[in-house]
Each structure stands twice: as structure tokens, then as C-alpha cells.
């Protein structure tokens, strides 16, 4: 007789949800999480933060109300750290009381520590006090989720040259930043720091950036960036970071050096298994701190599930809780249906990304014809009112049997407005649904109208003309 019918090691949202839904089959339920770090990284140092941060940006600049009131209008002329970080506090402290207060209502037992295999049933949980405490469980769920990756060719100093966890301990706003790495989280800070009105330089070893959005998406934040005065330097490597008094000099491989008070290097996350003992488990991961698992979320030994970042792409909160809910119930033989609807993506940069299903250039590599049809926000009445001229949504369209192939929304709300889209695709429906829908008006809803008239039209045409 083990402890628990289920322990969870980690927090996140990947974890607390496993660990939720375990505890609604009335199942015996533990977390084991670090005293400081309830919530994980998601709420301490990752999603909630960042967002929370972006969101202070915005009010406080004023950025995205500058088509109406001029490009020199601001809601607060000196902006401080302190004024950005009091908003983030606030949030995380009330996100940490709700984390506690559902695993807590919900009967799952808080195991405050870290914790280590001894064994394929069995961990040790340090509670950092010298203490150690032995817990047993029929099925362990790894919800560690990952930490920035540190190269050893840059010396960081969580000061003036940070990754983006270091974010929130910077004392000042800085004049000039250098971003090491163009993916989602080094884009969302360039963009952030940005309106700030830092002068920023990206440089990313790729030739373009988040290759797995739309092209067409990516041009038009380019240009919004640039707009913000963003360099970038794509085709270069940040070979290593020199720290001076008054700030950093990155070199690049190239041979240029570029001065700025900080240095963010973004270079993708690390998994947290390194002090998990994984070996006593049988377990083994990647160089990258990954752990393999199958459809079930299952690791190669059956009765451990790995849920969230920790098992790599797509590592998203969104999906982590997903992954979390249905490792749980497959664990405890609870029917639970694995949707076969492409799940979104969300980019909070300044302005957002957001998109769902499958690219232009994916369809056309694989000779899936498509129509596009489109809806620009300068064309919507709420796009004027918004003060938001650059937005766009796009839907890609099966000429065949005019389903979804996917929908790709740039600009304000953008990460909200997809889900009208995935709702759709989620229910088999057609573009004439959209054609035929009411929406309210004005909205930026409206969009999907716009561009589903755009579509059919277009349908139409080729129709006509093919007699």
C-alpha cells in the first residue's frame, strides 16, 4: 500500500491540473513543490509575469493608442521598474493564492521541497531544511517543467547580462538591449522593451524568425518592430558577452561588437530533471533535459507520466493543462478523448500573433489546395475605434469542402479572436457558417465575416470562370 494513488513532482499548470483531476476521481493526491515556487514557473518567473509585465507596458506607454492621440502621446513620461513590477507582484501573490486555494479545496496534499527518485515508486523529498521525507505513489506524474538554458561561453550575471528570468530583477529600464535569440520569448521582450523605448537589437543565427508562423505574420511584426526602432541580425551568432562597468559589448561570430547597457540571452529552455534522480526510476533524459513519452504522456516505465515543458514542443500552459488532465485519467483507466483539433498558438508580443491549423507554406508543400480570404482591422468600424490600422486576420480555406484549414490573426486581440476559428475547425464546420453568422457589431469579430466573404468570393470566381 503506497501513500498516494498519485504524486505529482511540479506545480505548473501541467501538473496542478494532473493533480486536479486526479483528486475529482477521489483519488489519493500530492504535489511536491518547492516552498517559494507554488504555481511553477508559469506563475513565478514565466507566463504570468511576462504577461503581466506586457500589459503594464501597454497602459503605461500608451504604444498601441498612438494612431489617435500622436506618436509622441504617453500616459506616464518616466516609467520605472518599480511602476512595471508592482503590477507583476500583485498578480503572481493573488495567482499563488489561487493555485493553493484549488489544490487545497480539491483535498490534494502540498509536499513542500524537492524531490528525487529512490526508486521506481519511491522519492525523497528535501525540504531544504535538512529534513528528508520518504513518500511513495502508484503513479508519479514529472511536471518540472524547464529553466533558461545558460551557454558557458556567457557569464551571466542576472544583472547586465540576463536571461529572460532575470527580467524581473532589473533595477532600471535600459537604454539599448541586446536579445540573443529571435524565438517566441526573445520577440516578446524585444517587443516589450521596445515600446519602452529601449533601442533593441535582435540578433538570431536563423534567416527569419518564428519560422512556424505564417510569413506573411511574421513580415508585418517586422515592420512593426522596426517601427519601434528594433535592429535585427539574422544570420549571426553571439559568440560570447563581455561585462564592463557600464553595461555589456556581445561579440558575434562575425567579428561586430555591439554595446548595450543589457545583454538578454533567450536560447531556448533547459528541462528541470538534472536532480531528479531519474536513473532510480529507470528514466533517462535528453541533452536538453527532455523525457520521451508516448500518446498517453506515459515514460518508458508505464506507471510514470511526464506532462508539460518538460516533455518539449509545444510547451505551452495551455497545452501542459491538457497534457496534465489526460495523463491523470489515463493513469486511473478514465475515458478521456485526445482532440484531434489543432490546438492554438499565442505569441504575446507587441502586437499579438495567434493562429491555429496548418501555414501557406505547409499546405503548399503538401499540394493541400487552399483559398485565402482575408479581413483587415482598418477596415472594421472597431478597428478605427481601437485606434488598431495594421491588424489582420487570415483564414485558410479547403476549396473542396470549404472547411477550416487554418486560421492566422495578427494585431490587437489576436490571441483572444482565434478561438472563434478553432471552435469552428473543433466542429467540423464550414466557412459558410461564417458567411451566414451574426456578429455583433462593431467588433473585431466581425473579421472572421469579412474574411470568410473574402474567400467565397474568391471561390466563386474560379467556379465561374471554370464554367
Given at each position: 500500500m503506497?501513500?498516494?494513488?498519485?504524486?505529482?513532482?511540479g506545480s505548473?499548470?501541467?501538473?496542478?491540473?494532473?493533480a486536479i483531476?486526479?483528486a475529482?476521481?477521489?483519488?489519493?493526491?500530492?504535489v511536491v513543490e518547492?516552498?517559494?515556487m507554488?504555481?511553477?514557473?508559469?506563475?513565478n518567473?514565466?507566463?504570468?509575469?511576462?504577461?503581466?509585465?506586457?500589459?503594464?507596458?501597454?497602459?503605461l506607454?500608451?504604444?498601441?493608442?498612438?494612431?489617435?492621440y500622436?506618436q509622441?502621446y504617453?500616459?506616464k513620461?518616466?516609467?520605472?521598474?518599480a511602476?512595471l513590477?508592482?503590477?507583476?507582484?500583485?498578480?503572481v501573490?493573488?495567482e499563488?493564492?489561487?493555485v493553493r486555494s484549488?489544490?487545497?479545496?480539491n483535498?490534494?496534499?502540498?509536499?513542500?521541497?524537492?524531490?528525487k527518485?529512490?526508486?521506481?515508486?519511491?522519492?525523497?523529498?528535501?525540504?531544504?531544511?535538512?529534513?528528508?521525507?520518504?513518500?511513495?505513489?502508484d503513479?508519479?506524474?514529472?511536471?518540472t517543467?524547464?529553466r533558461?538554458?545558460?551557454?558557458?561561453?556567457?557569464?551571466?550575471?542576472d544583472?547586465t547580462?540576463?536571461d529572460?528570468?532575470?527580467?524581473?530583477?532589473?533595477?532600471?529600464?535600459?537604454?539599448?538591449?541586446?536579445?540573443?535569440?529571435?524565438?517566441?520569448?526573445?520577440?516578446?521582450?524585444a517587443?516589450m522593451?521596445a515600446?519602452?523605448?529601449?533601442?533593441?537589437t535582435v540578433?538570431?543565427?536563423?534567416?527569419?524568425?518564428l519560422?512556424?508562423?505564417?510569413?506573411?505574420?511574421?513580415?508585418?511584426?517586422?515592420?512593426?518592430l522596426?517601427?519601434?526602432?528594433?535592429?535585427?541580425r539574422?544570420?549571426e551568432?553571439?559568440a560570447s558577452?563581455?561585462s564592463h562597468?557600464?553595461g555589456?559589448?556581445a561579440?558575434?561570430?562575425?567579428g561586430?561588437?555591439i554595446?548595450?547597457?543589457?545583454?538578454l540571452y533567450?536560447?531556448?529552455r533547459?528541462?528541470?530533471?538534472?536532480?531528479?534522480?531519474?536513473d532510480a526510476a529507470?528514466?533517462?533524459?535528453?541533452d536538453?533535459?527532455?523525457?520521451?513519452?508516448?500518446e498517453?504522456?506515459?515514460?518508458?516505465?508505464p506507471?510514470?507520466?511526464?506532462?508539460?515543458?518538460?516533455?518539449?514542443f509545444p510547451a505551452?500552459a495551455?497545452t501542459?493543462?491538457e497534457?496534465?488532465?489526460?495523463?491523470?485519467h489515463?493513469?486511473?483507466g478514465?475515458p478521456?478523448?485526445a482532440?484531434?483539433?489543432?490546438?492554438p498558438?499565442g505569441?504575446?508580443?507587441i502586437?499579438?500573433?495567434?493562429?491555429?491549423g496548418?501555414?501557406e507554406?505547409?499546405l503548399?508543400e503538401a499540394?493541400?489546395?487552399?483559398?485565402?480570404?482575408?479581413s483587415?482591422y482598418?477596415?472594421l468600424?472597431?478597428?478605427q475605434?481601437?485606434?488598431?490600422s495594421?491588424g489582420v486576420?487570415?483564414?485558410?480555406?479547403?476549396?473542396?469542402?470549404r472547411?477550416?484549414l487554418?486560421?492566422h490573426?495578427f494585431?490587437?486581440g489576436a490571441?483572444?479572436?482565434?478561438h472563434?476559428g478553432?471552435?469552428?475547425?473543433g466542429?467540423?464546420?464550414?466557412i459558410d457558417y461564417?458567411?451566414d453568422?451574426?456578429f455583433?457589431y462593431?467588433?473585431?469579430a466581425e473579421?472572421?465575416?469579412?474574411a470568410?466573404l473574402d474567400?467565397t468570393?474568391?471561390?466563386?470566381?474560379v467556379?465561374?470562370m471554370?464554367g
Open positions: 503506497h501513500d498516494y494513488d498519485l504524486l505529482v513532482i505548473g499548470p501541467g501538473g496542478q491540473k494532473a483531476a486526479a475529482k476521481l477521489d483519488r489519493r493526491v500530492a518547492r516552498p517559494a507554488l504555481g511553477g514557473v508559469c506563475v518567473t514565466g507566463t504570468i509575469p511576462s504577461k503581466t509585465l506586457r500589459e503594464a507596458i501597454l497602459y506607454t500608451g504604444v498601441d493608442q498612438r494612431e489617435i500622436g509622441s504617453q500616459v513620461d518616466e516609467i520605472t521598474i511602476d513590477t508592482a503590477r507583476t507582484t500583485h498578480v501573490t493573488r499563488n493564492d489561487v484549488q489544490l487545497t479545496r483535498r490534494v496534499a502540498i509536499i513542500p521541497g524537492t524531490a527518485f529512490t526508486g521506481p515508486h519511491e522519492v525523497e523529498v528535501d525540504d531544504g531544511g535538512g529534513r528528508l521525507r520518504r513518500v511513495t505513489a503513479n508519479i506524474v514529472i511536471a517543467g524547464t533558461p538554458a545558460r551557454p558557458d561561453s556567457v557569464a551571466f550575471d544583472k547580462i540576463i529572460s528570468d532575470g527580467i524581473i530583477h532589473l533595477e532600471r529600464v535600459p537604454r539599448s538591449m541586446v536579445v540573443a535569440g529571435a524565438g517566441v520569448i526573445g520577440i516578446e521582450y517587443s522593451f515600446a519602452l523605448g529601449t533601442k533593441v540578433v538570431e543565427r536563423r534567416d527569419r524568425m519560422e512556424f508562423c505564417d510569413e506573411e505574420v511574421v513580415e508585418a511584426l517586422k515592420f512593426h522596426r517601427d519601434l526602432a528594433v535592429t535585427f539574422f544570420g551568432t553571439v558577452v563581455e562597468p557600464e555589456a559589448i561579440l558575434l561570430r562575425s561586430k561588437k554595446p548595450a547597457d543589457t545583454v533567450s536560447a531556448g533547459q528541462g528541470m530533471t538534472g536532480e531528479l534522480g531519474l529507470g528514466l533517462a533524459a535528453d536538453r533535459g527532455r523525457i520521451p513519452v508516448d498517453f504522456f506515459r515514460t518508458q516505465v506507471h510514470i507520466y511526464a506532462v508539460g515543458d518538460v516533455i518539449g505551452l495551455a501542459s493543462m497534457q496534465g488532465r489526460l495523463a491523470a489515463h493513469a486511473f478514465e478521456a478523448r482532440t484531434d483539433v489543432p490546438q498558438i505569441i504575446y508580443s502586437p499579438e500573433i495567434s493562429f491555429v496548418r501555414t507554406d505547409q503548399t499540394c493541400v489546395p487552399f483559398e485565402v480570404g482575408v483587415r482598418r477596415e468600424a472597431r478597428g475605434i481601437v485606434g488598431d495594421y486576420l487570415k483564414l485558410l480555406v479547403s476549396p473542396e469542402n472547411k477550416l487554418g486560421v490573426v494585431g490587437t490571441t483572444e479572436l482565434v472563434i478553432q471552435a469552428v475547425m466542429c467540423g464546420g464550414t461564417l458567411v453568422a451574426v455583433n462593431p467588433t473585431l473579421s472572421y465575416k469579412v470568410a474567400a468570393n474568391k471561390m466563386r470566381a467556379t465561374r471554370s
